[in-house]
């Protein structure tokens, strides 16, 4: 089982950056990675998919499961994400939305990872998130 139920609370900087994904710009990289996310786990490729995840996200859900992380996103029943549908960048941290769920990624040393998936907004909380990390 993930770690659903939990919910992800985003503060964003004062300042907010709306990255442009419009036909003919380049994607932000946090967008090019939750793609590339989505793109592994559309593949049933849960090795690679690991392999986007922030370390404490992926060792939460290996310790939730009790399995090694590609087992354990296997059994994780994350929404099927459609196409992007825009990017809000808040310094090291991004917002990737999609048509049918929401990411939460962060900028660490060797690139952007997932630090959140599957979330959606939840009344009275901002996002209940099916696979995140601490």
């Known amino acids: 089982m993930g770690t ?40 049933s490729d849960t090795a690679t998919a ?9 060792s939460d859900l290996e310790k939730s499961a009790g399995k090694p992380c590609a087992a354990a996103l296997a059994e994780e029943d994350l929404p099927a994400a459609g196409a992007v549908e825009n990017t809000d960048a808040f310094g090291t941290m991004a917002q990737v939305r999609f048509a049918q769920d929401t990411m939460f990624l962060a900028e660490f040393k060797d690139g952007w990872k997932v630090m959140a998936a599957g979330c959606a907004p939840e009344p009275g909380h901002p996002y209940d998130c099916q696979l995140q990390g601490g």
């Open 50 to 58: 690991c392999g986007y995840l922030a370390p404490g996200t992926r």
């Open 4 to 43: 659903a139920g939990r919910y992800l609370s985003v503060a964003a900087a004062a300042a907010t950056i709306t990255v442009a994904t419009a036909c003919g710009a380049q994607p932000s990289p946090a967008t090019s990675v939750a793609r590339n996310f989505v793109a592994a786990l559309d593949a």
